[in-house]
Nanobody, 115 residues
Framework: QVQLVESGGGLVQPGGSLRLSCAAS????????MRWYRQAPGKERELVAI???????NYADSVKGRFTISRDNAKNKVYLQMNSLKFEDTAVYYC?????????WGRGTQVTVSS
């Protein structure tokens, strides 16, 4: 059974940090490109960060220099370190695994940036 389970979300003040984790099971994690998306209320889901099988990384312009994506193939996990958080980072964050035509999603974890 394929599963992606996000964790680490919560309430944080502006300027704070959170580290999201996504635990994968039921598929060959090391063969999949991993992505973090987010969706704010009333907005479309947007791509935040990608880490490929080969380790190539890309970020949305809005998070460059503040967020860091990483993966641990031995643990079947992908992470998103989020620093210098802003109000506009408030969203549900989703983990996505992609390989050819296969695309798996987690249920998301809420991140709220508020003072």
């Amino acid at each position: 059974q394929v599963q992606l389970v996000e964790s680490g979300g919560g309430l944080v003040q502006p300027g704070g940090s959170l580290r999201l984790s996504c635990a994968a099971s039921g598929f060959a994690f090391s063969r999949f490109d991993m992505r973090w998306y987010r969706q704010a209320p009333g907005k479309e889901r947007e791509l935040v960060a990608i880490i490929t099988v080969g380790g190539s990384i890309n970020y949305a312009d809005s998070v460059k220099g503040r967020f860091t994506i990483s993966r641990d193939n031995a643990k079947n996990k992908v992470y998103l370190q989020m620093n210098s958080l802003k109000f506009e980072d408030t969203a549900v964050y989703y983990c996505n695994a992609v390989f050819l035509t296969y695309s798996y999603w987690g249920r998301g974890t809420q991140v709220t940036v508020s003072s």
